[in-house]
C-alpha cells in the first residue's frame, strides 16, 4: 500500500483545510487510517483514524469538535477536514494505514505499518 498526502498549506488561524490522503493497492475492509502529525522538536502524535469498514473513528482530544475524518471507499482516500485552526496545529501531517487493527489501538503509532510523505499546515496567528 503507498499514501499520497496532500492539502496542507498555510491559512489564519480560525481558516479551515482539507487534507486528503490517496491509496494505491489493495485496501482491505480490515485496514484502518489514520492521520498523524509532528510539530518540530516533538513527537508524532496521533490525530484522528478511521475504519475501512464501517466508518468507525477515533479522534484525539486536540480535534475532537474541530476536525473530521471521513473516506471515500471508491476512490480509496481518506480525508481530515479541519475547523478552526489554531497556530498549535501547525504540523507535518502524515496519514498511515494498516490491517488488523483493533479499536483500542487506532491511536497508536506503531500499530501502522503503512506511511504517506507528510503534508505541511502551518497556521499563522
Known amino acids: 500500500v503507498q499514501l499520497q498526502a496532500s492539502g496542507g498549506g498555510l491559512v489564519q488561524a480560525g481558516d479551515s483545510l482539507r487534507l486528503s490522503c490517496a491509496a494505491s493497492g489493495s485496501i482491505y475492509n480490515s485496514y484502518a487510517m489514520g492521520w498523524f502529525r509532528q510539530a518540530p522538536g516533538k513527537e508524532r502524535e496521533f490525530v484522528a483514524a478511521i475504519r475501512w469498514s464501517g466508518g468507525t473513528t477515533s479522534y484525539a482530544d486536540s480535534a475532537k469538535g474541530r476536525f473530521t475524518i471521513s473516506r471515500d471507499k471508491a476512490k480509496k482516500t481518506v480525508y481530515l477536514q479541519m475547523n478552526s485552526l489554531k497556530p498549535e496545529d501547525t504540523a507535518v501531517y502524515y496519514c498511515?494505514?494498516?490491517?488488523?487493527?483493533?479499536?483500542?489501538?487506532?491511536?497508536?503509532?506503531?500499530?501502522?505499518?503503512?506511511w504517506g510523505q507528510g503534508t505541511l499546515v502551518t497556521v499563522s496567528s
Open positions: 498511515a494505514a494498516d490491517f488488523a487493527i483493533i479499536q483500542s489501538t487506532m491511536g497508536t503509532r506503531s500499530a501502522y505499518k503503512y
